[in-house]
């Protein structure tokens, strides 16, 4: 192999935790929604957006975040090509009285505002951008919803791709926040070589907080919710802080955790870079 590849390859893996460390932390996978399974019922897939507590840091501080399906990152959802995804997307967010918001005529509409205003973008997917598909101009207020419907179709390339929030405004507030999701369409019947189809399966979501550019951003938008828990990580401080800057990306939620696998098998990762 290139010295220089491998030695990517190796930075890579090590910046996420996947090499050996002093870290406790063992590497866990979101839950995974199976789409077909849950629309074959009659039901729709339930997003909710709303505020999570969150420890990245295996006995360091927590604080709290806003994320997607109640977990940080959001569950996987999978789906095969043909269906068509409905998901019931709800804002359990609550409006903040401080928040700058984009109705407001003295507040210019190419700034950091409506903290608590949401909605969803399928990034990487091909489906329409025609509601009730992925149209990023939606706004989901707080306290309402709103049900997507997208088809996925029959020869849509399967693969790795993602939902996160995307209300123009607040969007680096809610992703550079953690509220990111994987979406997989799944492999067709003899779509791979045998022995990758049967390989153990890893999804790893990596997400990269920024604390003092959040922070910053959460103080523009009037934010005063998430800025005084970003505060916080600066007061009590976080491992590694000096070197980082209060900088630090997590794997599946998880800073630095560690991944145990076997020699001589094949395995499968599938990376999203959610950042």
């Not at 998901?87 to 401080?98: A, G, H, P, T, V």
């Not at 707080?142 to 123009?168: E, K, Q, T, V």
């Amino acid at each position: 192999m290139n010295m220089k590849r491998s030695s990517y390859i190796f930075f890579l893996l090590l910046a996420c935790g996947l090499v050996p460390s002093s870290s406790t932390t063992i590497f866990e996978e979101p839950d995974v929604w199976d789409a077909d399974e849950i629309l074959s019922k009659g039901d729709a897939v339930e997003l909710v957006l709303d505020w999570l507590e969150v420890q990245p840091f295996p006995g360091g501080p927590s604080f709290e975040t806003r994320a997607l399906g109640g977990s940080f990152p959001g569950p996987t959802i999978t789906i095969s090509a043909g269906v068509t995804l409905n998901i019931k997307f709800r804002n359990n967010l609550k409006r903040q009285n401080s928040a700058k918001r984009a109705s407001d005529a003295a507040v210019y509409r190419n700034q950091f505002q409506d903290p608590d205003v949401g909605n969803l973008h399928f990034h990487g997917a091909h489906v329409t951008s025609v509601l009730p598909g992925d149209d990023t101009t939606m706004a989901v207020e707080p306290g309402d919803s709103y049900d997507y419907l997208l088809p996925f179709m029959d020869r849509h390339m399967p693969g790795i791709h993602w939902i996160h929030s995307h209300h123009h405004g607040s969007t680096s507030l809610h992703l550079g926040g953690g509220a990111a999701m994987a979406l997989i369409v799944k492999d067709p019947p003899g779509f791979l070589p045998q022995q990758i189809a049967d390989a153990e399966e890893a999804v790893m979501v990596l997400q990269d907080i920024d604390v003092r550019e959040q922070l910053y951003t959460a103080s523009r938008a009037g934010d005063d919710k998430y800025a005084a828990n970003l505060q916080k990580l600066l007061d009590v401080g976080i491992p590694g802080a000096d070197e980082s800057n209060y900088r630090f990306v997590t794997v599946n939620g998880q800073h630095q955790p560690t991944l145990n696998t076997k020699t001589g098998t094949w395995t499968r990762w599938r990376i999203l870079y959610a950042g």
